[in-house]
């Protein structure tokens, strides 16, 4: 399967929205292929991670995110659920989990609630190895700003805002996953 002509499906290529997309899941899909060739004792599954870590944000084009060019009518939090519904249609529910659970460092139902997200009420965290390695991986790249790698630090900065709960994810994920 291949990544590109799925995201071709919804994004026009050569447009700005697509170039975003495609620009800033190309580098999280190098940095979770990177994380999962030091570390073949996870034993992670890297054919699954270059196709769902290019998939990941096929969601955002339904939210409403003008600086990033997404012109759609959801909130920018419902983008991974919106990206899950559209791969649940393609016939890829595995790469379907990945949209839903890589939103932070992952939603418990605790905290969709507590914030009063406008999300289904349910656990959205990352489950799978290779879910875990994209979701880790995505935190270093904004859309704003695709090419720019986020520090560490700036990382947790922004996670923060989300909870506790988040931060400890990232920093567990740190632990296993940094090289």
Known sequence: MNPLTIIEKYYTPG????DILVDHSR??????????????????????IAEAAMLHDIGIFLT??????????RP???HGTL???L????GLPLHALVCERHTGAGLSLNEIIGQNLP?????????SIEEQIICFSDKFYSKSDPLKEKSIDRIRKSMAKYGEASVQRFEAWCQVFLF
């Open 15 to 18: 447009s700005k929205l697509y």
């Open 27 to 48: 580098l999280v899909t190098e940095r979770a292929l990177a994380i999962a060739k030091a570390h073949p004792e996870l034993e992670a599954d890297q054919d699954f």
């Open 64 to 73: 409403d995110a003008p600086d990033i060019e997404c012109y759609g009518s």
């Open 76 to 78: 920018y939090i419902c």
């Open 83 to 85: 990206g899950s519904e």
């Open 87 to 90: 791969l649940k249609k393609e």
């Open 119 to 127: 999300i289904p009420h349910r656990d959205m965290l990352p489950v």
